[in-house]
């Protein structure tokens, strides 16, 4: 069974522009969550989504936005980029959607804003 | 909320000694609680969970974890560690009443030494 994948791996993008993230959940799990990680503040989580519906959002601003199509993949985007966006973006699924149920993590998306 | 704190930044052990990856929690009623490990430049992997009953779980690559309700603990173990085995960890926390929200630590480098 294939893994949780994200394109790019690698991106290196100018400020005031803008990315989009792709993430393919593992074959089956409908719930996929998305989250920054920075030396700094670590783990940070930005938003879940189930069923094409986003169930939960972290406290980032509304640069920061994704949506969830109806086989399950899930992109994110962020808009007008930051110095402060560069980071390890971190996709994860899970097919049990009650809260046992453990996350699969993606090997992420690296984003270097210059 | 829920959160989850990391004492230690950093951990280093010889290798063959025993192990021990500290965490706290801090949630509103009865905790799920997770270790996940990450190896550079790549996504979490999950090592083990605590749902309920038994208070000492056993995971992936020799791992364990003990449940301590009275002290809001779940430090991850391992009884002889390997050079393999440095890498980061963290540990997270989801409530049962909001099984969207998975919140995690900060993180523990763990340095096993020849």
């Known amino acids: 069974k294939a893994g949780v994948t994200q394109t790019p791996r690698y991106l290196i993008k100018t400020r005031g522009q803008q990315v989009t993230l792709s993430c393919s959940p593992i074959?089956?799990?409908?719930?996929v969550s998305w989250y920054q990680q920075t030396p700094g503040q670590g783990l940070q989580f930005l938003f879940e989504?189930?069923?094409?519906?986003?169930?939960n959002k972290g406290n980032f601003p509304g640069r920061f936005s994704g949506r969830q199509f109806s086989n399950s993949r899930s992109e994110m985007n962020v808009s007008t980029l930051e110095l402060g966006d560069s980071a390890l973006y971190l996709c994860?699924?899970?097919?049990?959607?009650?809260?046992?149920?453990?996350?699969?993590f993606g090997e992420g998306s690296r984003l270097t804003v210059l | 909320a829920q959160s989850v704190a990391q004492p230690e930044d950093q951990v280093n052990v010889a290798e063959g000694n025993p192990l021990t990856v500290k965490c706290t929690y801090s949630?509103?009623?009865?905790?799920?609680l997770f270790w996940y490990v990450q190896y550079p430049n790549r996504g979490l992997q999950f090592l083990l969970k605590?749902?309920?009953?038994?208070?000492l779980v056993k995971g992936s690559y020799g791992f364990e974890a003990e449940f301590n309700k009275s002290q809001t603990s779940f430090h991850l173990k391992k009884p002889s560690a390997l050079v393999s085995d440095s890498a980061l960890y963290f540990c997270?926390?989801?409530?049962?009443?909001?099984?969207?929200?998975?919140?995690f630590g900060a993180g523990t480098r763990l340095t096993v030494k020849p």
């Open positions: 989504y189930f069923s094409e519906t986003q169930r």
């Open positions: 997270a926390v989801r409530a049962l009443y909001n099984n969207n929200d998975m919140r």
């Open positions: 605590y749902i309920t009953g038994d208070n």
């Open positions: 949630v509103s009623g009865n905790p799920y």
């Open positions: 994860a699924s899970r097919g049990r959607t009650s809260g046992d149920g453990e996350l699969f």
């Open positions: 074959s089956g799990h409908r719930s």
